[in-house]
């Protein structure tokens, strides 16, 4: 057997998650006494509130470390019907409880797709959406927009997702990422409105990744799916703890709320490959979401979102724009594209841009390509406001270097 034939063709082609990939070269640029700016991965910070810790060590403390329900303890199933706002259209029967939402996703692409069927995918795809779609044999398809005044916000219309559905009879999915990360925009109500009866009509589920739905700016209100007769069977949403808390996303908590027969599929199969997320942990989950909602992180990374625009203001060869939601600003930097560095590099994609602003910079920001989108850098502004200050200057001067 030669080397390259030791692990499946599938996964040769993966590369590292893009995201924790930058969390491990901050740590290296800092372990190197060298200076950071982290725009990079997309974490909540701050502490842990005291309630969601307290309710776990509890749990380790009283000995609730055995196996729970394969699909979640019932507790906190029932508590995503509160959180969401379910409990018209859905029972416990339909959450399904998950080692964070990335093993959501993966589950539900396991749960509905034969092999090669289609997935189809907003225009800037997170990183992970390709890999796992791939992992469960599907074959991952991207909607593109039309081109437009509005185009560089990479919002999918209903048209754009009727084209390819018409296109691609074995598609059996179009997931949504709203509000989007990267992108940090939102689709308005009457855009998703549009988009599910698209998906109805042609009987595909419209999976709605809303992990970063509750951090909206300037009083904006989620703009919810309807759940009625027609489109229950079609919705399945996709959320979990990770970004909506402050300092949660490694305590590996999401859930999916999916029609009974595919909760079921995802449930039975969960049964076999994970047995459901740690108990104790999901003890704190709960605890979490049966504490109101403080929204006190989320005005804080609108001021953030604030403070990163007034400092971006006037950085040259970049442009930039209003973020309504997440804690994502997404830039167009085409125009640093064949521009030379002071060292004589050419740089000719968002990965360079990228590198450059890392090495020259010490500025960390996600290189659009890892979101198939090549033009662009995501950063992410959860971030302590002197770094954002300290990063934008820093930015600013490397670009001002390129000739
Ligand atoms: N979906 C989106 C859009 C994300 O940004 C992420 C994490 O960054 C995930 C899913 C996965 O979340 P989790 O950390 O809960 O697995």
């Avoid at 589920?205 to 069977?233: N, S």
């Avoid at 990374?301 to 970049?318: I, M, Q, S």
């Avoid at 309504?324 to 968002?350: H, K």
Wanted: hydrophobic residues 45%.
């Amino acid at each position: 057997m030669r080397d390259h034939e030791r692990t499946s063709t599938k996964l040769q082609k993966f590369r590292p998650s893009l995201t924790l990939e930058l969390k491990r070269l901050v740590g290296e640029r800092v372990a190197r006494g060298l200076p950071v700016h982290d725009f990079g991965l997309g974490e909540t910070k701050g502490d842990l509130a005291v309630p969601i810790s307290e309710a776990g060590q509890r749990a380790f403390r009283e000995g609730l470390t055995m196996y729970g329900d394969p699909a979640g303890i019932p507790e906190l199933r029932d508590a995503v019907l509160d959180w969401l706002d379910l409990r018209d259209s859905y029972g416990v029967e339909h959450v399904v409880v998950t080692a964070g939402a990335k093993q959501s996703l993966f589950n539900v692409f396991l749960a509905v797709c034969n092999p090669a069927d289609c997935v189809l995918f907003d225009a800037a795809p997170w990183v992970s959406y390709q890999p796992l779609a791939v992992a469960a044999y599907a074959f991952p398809i991207m909607v593109l927009p039309a081109s437009g005044p509005e185009a560089h916000l990479l919002k999918v219309s209903a048209a754009d997702l009727r084209r390819n559905l018409e296109l691609r009879p074995h598609a059996r999915l179009f997931l949504l990422n709203n509000p989007c990360n990267p992108t940090g925009q939102l689709y308005t109500a009457e855009e998703v409105e549009a988009l599910l009866r698209v998906c109805v009509e042609h009987r595909v589920f419209f999976v709605l990744d809303r992990l970063y739905w509750r951090v909206l700016f300037e009083g904006r209100v989620y703009p919810e799916p309807r759940l009625d007769q027609e489109t229950l069977p079609w919705v399945i949403m996709v959320d979990g703890m990770s970004k909506n808390f402050r300092r949660a996303g490694g305590l590996r908590i999401g859930w999916s709320v999916a029609p009974a027969d595919v909760a079921g599929a995802m449930a039975n199969l969960q049964s076999h490959y994970t047995a459901g997320p740690a108990v104790p942990v999901q003890h704190a989950a709960h605890a979490a979401l049966t504490q109101p909602y403080d929204d006190g992180m989320c005005r804080e990374l609108e001021r953030k979102r604030d403070l990163l625009h007034a400092h971006a203001a006037g950085v040259p060869h970049v442009r930039i724009w209003p973020t309504p939601a997440t804690f994502y600003s997404f830039w167009d930097v085409t125009e640093c594209f064949g521009r030379r560095t002071p060292d004589g590099a050419v740089l000719r994609n968002s990965d360079d841009v990228a590198t450059y602003l890392i090495q020259r910079a010490g500025t960390v920001t996600a290189s659009g390509t890892g979101f198939l989108q090549d033009g662009f850098l995501r950063l992410s502004f959860a971030t302590p406001d002197q770094e954002i200050i300290d990063g934008m200057q820093a930015a600013r001067e490397a670009l001002e270097a390129l000739e």
